[in-house]
């Protein structure tokens, strides 16, 4: 991590303690200053209190702990606002039926803040364009003199908080008043490039930003599709593509489509609100309809080697939507395992940090406490999440506890000249 450079410390207050909200108050507390932190979930505050960190994320239990005496946790707003002036919102903004995003989490925070000004909301949370406008509008009508600043977060769950402190950017949208200019004193330590700009365009870095990664994943599954059609292998063509620094080498693995709780959501709300707007934005509709099928594809696979599935027993090595985070949220293991169920297979799984979450979802789904006990008697393994301890198993051993001898590699993760030395047949994502 980059050393920080000195400042004045401030007092601030972080609301929504969830994957965002904890590595923003953690990562402030690491650069000096005081964190007032508000949830409404009792428990998770009372967790906090008691020194256990309710998710995993690298890194982060050690971050609090060092920074126990700069952070305090409440269920309660009131010290907060005695104490902080920079109020950062990062609660949840999940879907809605509509595919919208939720912004009731969101209209909470506006309507539970007293009339004061001087406070300002600094909105984490990603929210779709517009919403600062409204809350501004909300906050005059009912004569709160709140300042609004947008500051999108572009953490990545399993690094979030080296995202924290080394950003490729920091983006803050303002109107130019006292808070704009306090949240950038407020990350200036960090060094990162600053882009200062409106709200609206603040906020739609954000959902522009998302949509362009998950477009970047759908279009390389697609040429990955391709090259399994006409013996390319789509890790060699990723090379060469990734050399060219116009497209660069990031996004550029395929996979069996892009989960979590962010690309779904955010690709889904952009395209939303463009509709919502007058205008159908073609290219996002294409972008989740591959990364659905992509998905599914993996059972194609499996019943290119295996026939019908009725019967069959499938291991799924990992389950969280991907390595370094217990986040199940739209994880494609949660369609993979359904689809298999459906199709009259039997399924196990393991995964070394997300079984505990994904027991409550996956229901019918046998959990093992290792990878091997996953794979006893198993007729195919498919590779779903690429944690580490998967590069160094002992395929050998894993042929052995199998029935069948077939692994679909959903990463491309697994060693393949080691996987065919133990004589397991191997199934990659766009390779031959
Ligand atoms: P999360 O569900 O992990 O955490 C949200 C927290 O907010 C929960 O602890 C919840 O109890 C709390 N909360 C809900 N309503 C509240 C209220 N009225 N007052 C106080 N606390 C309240 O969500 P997250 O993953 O941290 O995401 C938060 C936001 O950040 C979302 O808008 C998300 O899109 C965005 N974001 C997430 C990530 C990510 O990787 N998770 C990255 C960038 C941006």
């Known amino acids: 991590m980059t050393s920080p450079q000195t400042h004045t410390p401030q007092q601030i207050a972080v609301i929504g303690t969830g994957y965002v909200g904890l590595v923003t108050a953690a990562g402030f507390a690491e650069l000096g200053n005081d964190v007032w932190c508000v949830d409404i979930d009792a428990e998770k505050i009372a967790r906090l209190n008691r020194g256990e960190i309710p998710i995993y994320e690298p890194g982060l239990a050690e971050c609090v702990a060092r920074n126990s005496e700069r952070l305090r946790f409440s269920t309660e707003l009131g010290p907060a606002l005695d104490h902080a002036r920079l109020l950062f919102v990062a609660v949840g903004t999940p879907p809605t039926y509509s595919g919208d995003a939720d912004l009731s989490a969101v209209h909470a925070v506006v309507n539970a803040m007293p009339a004061t000004d001087r406070h300002a909301l600094v909105m984490k949370s990603t929210v779709p364009v517009g919403t600062g406008a409204s809350i501004k509008r909300e906050f005059a009508r009912q004569g709160k003199g709140f300042a609004y600043v947008s500051c999108p977060e572009f953490l990545k769950e399993g690094a979030a908080l080296k995202d924290f402190m080394e950003p490729d950017r920091v983006v803050v949208g303002d109107d130019g008043d006292w808070a704009g200019q306090a949240v950038c004193d407020l990350y200036a330590p960090l060094g990162a490039p600053l882009v200062r700009t409106d709200i609206a365009s603040a906020e739609m870095v954000k959902l522009a930003s998302n949509a362009f990664l998950a477009t970047k994943i759908s279009f390389i599954n697609e040429i990955a599709n391709v090259c399994e059609e006409t013996g390319a292998d789509v890790a060699e063509v990723a090379r060469g593509m990734g050399l060219d620094r116009r497209i660069g080498g990031h996004f550029l693995r395929p996979g069996i489509g892009y989960g979590g709780s962010c690309f779904p959501k955010d690709v889904s709300a952009l395209k939303q609100l463009a509709g919502n707007s007058g205008y159908h934005f073609q290219l996002l509709t294409a972008v989740i309809e591959v990364n659905e099928l992509q998905k599914r594809r993996v059972i194609a696979k499996l019943q290119k080697h295996l026939g019908s599935l009725v019967g069959k027993r499938v291991a799924l090595l990992g389950v969280a939507f991907k390595a370094d985070t217990d986040d199940m949220r739209e994880a494609s293991s949660l369609v993979l395992a359904a689809r298999l169920q459906a199709d009259g297979a039997s399924v196990a799984a393991y995964d070394p940090v997300a079984a505990g979450e ?12 290792d990878a091997l006990s996953a794979v006893e008697g198993a007729d195919a393994v498919v590779l779903v999440t ?11 051993a894993v042929r052995e506890r199998m029935a069948g001898d077939l692994l679909v590699d959903g990463r491309n993760f697994a060693d393949r000249d080691a996987v065919l030395a133990a004589d397991l047949r191997y199934e990659g994502i766009g390779r031959s």
């Open 358 to 369: 994904a027991r409550t979802l996956m229901r019918g789904v046998e959990f093992a406490d």
């Open 386 to 396: 690429e944690w580490a301890e998967f590069a160094t198993l002992d395929w050998a």
